[in-house]
């Protein structure tokens, strides 16, 4: 039923840039705040942003904050990160993850993508 999966993950070198997206369906996108999380190789889940059901409302972790900008488009039920001067550090797995609420900064989470790998090297 409900299904998000993610896109645009790759290979980048440090200092450059990617888009991921994460194509929603099975539910009222808008409803709901949506975010990212991720893991690195050998980690644990790091939460990376969130953003409210309407977008109005954003928030980044400490370590990607002046780098990562969440968006959505709730008209083509679609949620965004773009990633800038990305680094060694941001190698991992990017799961778009959708909240139970329309905006909360707990972890309160129903429904995991399938995950997109980015890989930031030299």
């Known amino acids: 039923e409900v299904q998000l999966v993610e896109s645009g993950g790759g290979l980048v070198q440090p200092g450059g840039s990617l888009r991921l997206s994460c194509a929603a369906s099975?539910?009222?996108?808008?409803?709901?705040?949506m975010n990212w999380v991720r893991q690195a190789p050998g980690k644990g889940l790091e939460w990376v942003s969130v953003?409210?059901?309407?977008?109005?409302?954003?928030s980044h972790a400490d370590s990607v904050k002046g780098r990562f900008t969440i968006s959505r488009d709730n008209a083509k039920n679609t949620l965004y990160l773009q990633m800038s001067s990305l680094k060694p550090e941001d190698t991992a797995v990017y799961y778009c993850?959708?909240?139970?609420?329309?905006?909360?900064?707990?972890?309160?989470?129903?429904?995991w993508g399938q995950g997109t790998q980015v890989t930031v090297s030299s």
């Open positions: 993850v959708k909240s139970t609420v329309i905006w909360s900064l707990d972890p309160l989470y129903d429904y």
């Open positions: 099975g539910f009222t996108f808008s409803s709901y705040a």
């Open positions: 953003i409210s059901s309407g977008g109005g409302t954003t």
